[in-house]
């Protein structure tokens, strides 16, 4: 079952757009994903200019993988590299602990399976997928956290806490190490989930990953290479200080024509805001410092560049020459990152969800500036995973999965609705609307009487409608007592296909799953997955 984005609240309408009504957004966009036609055009650009940074990947790639061992796809792959001929489908993702949200994953998926696709479809070259590991990303409230369904079908947050006040301006996520507190955490999650067969030794399997000493980058690699490694899957880790080196070019043209950039992107954002919204937020300067333990925004001052935050500043001189010296201390913002990763990879697909094809309206006028061809924006796919149990309580009341799609208390107020033999707002509704206009009567003919009584009749009327709704209220409560065993079971089917009111793809972790149904549930997930329909599928379990 595929439900059109459309029709699932919460989307950005340039979403909308870019899936359906490219038309109206294709000024914002440079290649139209959907226009297969352009596919070879676009190839053939990219093979064409190459650059030394990209021919030197797949070197840097061996050295990365020298302390694991990839499976022969991936050898291949990496190895594939070096070729002319060969273009990138690339994604990315914050560092989140255990994976994050299930997204990253159906991100991955899609840009194996595309890969696999063109690789079919255009034999004259070779496509290989790449997952760039979003190291340089210091927003540590958004990657140590999971969302799981407990033993009492309610969702809960399992958070990795350490030792630093919430206010801190933190280092890098891939820099920072895994302390003593991952002990509770993982404790956490085993207190929350029921046991099966499986849990155990999933569990121990991610605590090896996730131990004490390791960084959030080393545990994140170490899980994705564990689950898609099979798959052929290459993972780039863009801080390695070589790859560091290759994009000194790159971030000496945005310290010396920051002025243009910006004046470029502030007026294809103020554009956007007319029409749609501007996802993120125009900095003058598109790049941030590394320094004592935290990572800040480099902002021009007249002669000089100033850390945000920090009493710390460069001439310019100072800044080229810390560039030459420690070009690793240097990394982009959003909006500088998709430049970064295509002067790096020759990618020819990224892979995005909603809120990355939303900003990469913005980043467009910065391939022109920086000379670099832009990828086709390549809408991940998206599902969600329905259980034979959920499935049952639609069944029951005669619901479809899109129907979930909503808050809580609406859902409830529907189905008791549906079932209940009187529906309290329509009989109440009427009561009310009796009422009103028979006091309003009643005060049309006061008021040849006395006017001072005719004007208090509006008050008496919104006392009784007040008491109305009281005894509303108590019927209500007297009808949820009478259906309360199907009130609980719409809050499990909510929280199963529409936690906290979001995409259960947004909110859930995979552990929920995998621990119920062992690590063959991510080979059913790959298999299912469509990744050509650009809507949102169901997929059945």
């Not at 309610?154 to 507190?181: A, Q, W």
């Not at 020819?348 to 832009?374: D, K, M, T, W």
Request: net charge negative; aromatic share 12%.
């Amino acid at each position: 079952m595929f439900i059109p984005f459309n029709e699932i609240p919460g989307h950005h309408e340039i979403f909308l757009d870019y899936l359906y009504n490219f038309k109206k957004v294709e000024k914002f966009y440079g290649l139209n994903f959907n226009d297969k036609e352009q596919y070879p055009n676009v190839f053939k650009t990219h093979t064409e200019k190459k650059t030394d940074a990209q021919n030197k990947i797949s070197d840097i790639l061996k050295e990365q993988y020298k302390d694991l061992n990839p499976s022969e796809k991936t050898n291949q792959n990496i190895s594939l590299l070096k070729e002319k001929e060969t273009l990138a489908v690339v994604t990315g993702q914050q560092l989140g602990i255990i994976g994050g949200p299930l997204y990253t994953f159906y991100k991955i998926i899609t840009a194996i399976k595309l890969s696999n696709y063109l690789s079919e479809k255009y034999d004259g070259y070779n496509f290989v997928p790449i997952f760039w590991l979003e190291g340089d990303d210091h927003d540590f409230e958004e990657v140590r956290a999971i969302n799981l369904i407990d033993t009492n079908n309610n969702l809960v947050n399992v958070s990795y806490n350490d030792d630093l006040p919430p206010d801190i301006e933190r280092d890098s996520i891939g820099s920072t190490s895994i302390k003593e507190f991952i002990t509770a955490f993982f404790e956490n999650i085993d207190k929350n989930l029921r046991n099966t067969e499986f849990k155990d030794d999933l569990l121990k399997q991610l605590q090896n990953f996730y131990s004490i000493g390791k960084t959030f980058k080393e545990s994140f690699k170490d899980l994705i290479f564990w689950l898609f490694d099979k798959y052929g899957l290459v993972i780039f880790d863009p801080q390695d200080k070589s790859a560091k080196e290759l994009l000194i070019p790159v971030i000496k043209k945005e310290i010396n024509n920051f002025r243009q950039h910006t004046e470029k992107l502030v007026a294809v954002s103020a554009e956007l805001e007319e029409k749609y919204h501007a996802q993120v937020k125009v900095h003058p300067l598109n790049l941030f410092y590394s320094t004592d333990g935290g990572r800040y925004s480099i902002e021009p001052d007249e002669n000089i560049f100033k850390l945000r935050r920090k009493r710390k500043k460069f001439s310019y001189d100072e800044l080229m020459g810390e560039l030459e010296e420690h070009p690793e201390n240097f990394s982009p913002n959003v909006l500088l990152r998709p430049i970064c990763q295509d002067y790096l990879l020759p990618t020819a697909f990224y892979v995005a969800g909603p809120s990355e094809i939303a900003y990469f309206a913005q980043v467009n006028p910065l391939y022109s500036a920086f000379e670099i061809p832009e990828p086709f924006i390549y809408p991940r796919s998206s599902a969600t995973i329905l259980e034979n149990n959920i499935n049952s309580v639609l069944g029951k009341y005669n619901l479809e999965p899109a129907d979930a799609f909503t808050d809580l208390k609406s859902l409830e107020n529907r189905v008791i609705g549906d079932i209940s033999d009187h529906s309290l707002d329509e009989m109440f509704g009427e009561t009310e609307n009796q009422i009103t206009t028979a006091i309003d009567k009643l005060r049309e003919n006061l008021f040849a009487i006395d006017k001072t009584i005719s004007d208090s009749g509006s008050r008496y009327k919104e006392k009784i409608i007040s008491d109305l709704q009281g005894l509303k209220e108590k019927a209500v409560q007297a009808q949820n007592k009478k259906h309360e065993t199907t009130l609980r079971q719409i809050e499990k089917l909510s929280t199963h296909i529409y936690p906290d009111s979001n995409l259960q793809e947004r909110e859930l972790n995979f552990l929920y799953f995998a621990h119920k149904y062992g690590m063959d549930f991510m080979q059913r997930i790959f298999d299912a997955l469509e990744i050509n329909k650009f809507k949102h599928q169901i997929i059945n379990f």
